[in-house]
């Protein structure tokens, strides 16, 4: 079945840098938009980027200039490159994707295990 597998995630120092990689497998009719979202201890998960099948991006204010989505539409592949990053960067980062299934022609939803990312002042 359709699964997300995450990776990049690690320990660095503020002002270093780190990229995630999310790709979809499986039988995928069309893979629509997808995003990263992050979940800090003892807080809520929130977006952090999005990007359509086109290209069109959408930024989380606190990432902004510092983080840049991107998508590989040919590998199924979204990445997250995170510069200058912040000990406040610290959290669980999950790729998300909307996609037509192949099997049943239907919308879903899904998200990645998630992947940690900690930052050391």
């Known amino acids: 079945q359709v699964q997300l597998e995450e990776s990049g995630g690690g320990l660095v120092q503020a002002g270093g840098s780190l990229r995630l990689s999310c790709a979809a497998s499986?039988?995928?009719?069309?893979?629509?938009?997808m995003g990263w979202y992050r979940q800090a201890p003892g807080k809520q998960r929130e977006l952090v980027a999005t990007?359509?099948?086109?290209?069109?991006?959408n930024y989380a204010d606190s990432v902004k200039g510092r983080f840049t989505i991107s998508r590989d539409n040919a590998k199924n592949t979204v990445y997250l490159q995170m510069n200058s990053l912040e000990p406040e960067d610290t959290a669980v980062y999950y790729c998300?994707?909307?996609?037509?299934?192949?099997?049943?022609?239907?919308?879903?939803?899904?998200w990645g295990q998630g992947t940690l990312v900690t930052v050391s002042s």
């Open positions: 499986g039988n995928i009719f069309r893979l629509n938009a």
């Open positions: 990007i359509t099948t086109g290209g069109s991006t």
């Open positions: 998300n994707a909307n996609l037509v299934s192949g099997v049943t022609y239907k919308y879903f939803q899904l």
